[in-house]
C-alpha cells in the first residue's frame, strides 16, 4: 500500500506542472487525497484536496484560481495542475490520503503519505 508522488521540477515565475500521485495496493475512489506541500523553514501545509467518492475539491486561498486538482479513478490517480506558478510556490509537494474530506485541513488524519516531489520556481 503506497502512495507515488512525481512530475516536480524547475520551472519559471508564470509557468505551469502537473503533478501526479499514483496509488497501489488500494482503491482511491474510497478516500479523500490532499496535496501538501513544505518550503524550507515551514510547516507542511495543505493546498488541495479532492474526495475521490464524488469529485469535491478545496483549495487553500494562496493556491485558488491556480491550481486545479483531479482524480482519475480508473487510473487510480491523483493529479495538481499548476498555473500561473510564483517563487513563494517552491516546496517540496506530498499527496497523501486521509479519512475525512471535512477535516481536509487536518494533517493529523492523514495515514499514508507519498515521498514527495520538489517543485523550484525560479528565473
Known amino acids: 500500500v503506497q502512495l507515488q508522488a512525481s512530475g516536480g521540477g524547475l520551472v519559471q515565475p508564470g509557468g505551469s506542472l502537473i503533478l501526479s500521485c499514483a496509488a497501489s495496493?488500494?482503491?482511491?475512489?474510497?478516500?479523500?487525497v490532499t496535496w501538501f506541500r513544505q518550503a524550507p523553514t515551514k510547516e507542511r501545509e495543505a493546498v488541495a484536496g479532492?474526495?475521490?467518492?464524488?469529485?469535491?475539491?478545496a483549495y487553500a486561498d494562496s493556491v485558488k484560481g491556480r491550481f486545479t486538482i483531479s482524480a482519475d479513478g480508473g487510473k487510480n490517480m491523483v493529479y495538481l495542475r499548476m498555473n500561473s506558478l510564483k517563487p513563494e510556490d517552491t516546496a517540496v509537494y506530498y499527496c497523501?490520503?486521509?479519512?475525512?474530506?471535512?477535516?481536509?485541513?487536518?494533517?493529523?488524519?492523514?495515514?499514508?503519505w507519498g515521498q514527495g516531489t520538489l517543485v523550484t520556481v525560479s528565473s
Open positions: 497523501a490520503r486521509g479519512a475525512s474530506f471535512t477535516q481536509w485541513l487536518d494533517i493529523r488524519q492523514y495515514n499514508l
Open positions: 495496493g488500494f482503491t482511491l475512489n474510497f478516500y479523500p
Open positions: 479532492i474526495d475521490v467518492t464524488n469529485g469535491r475539491t
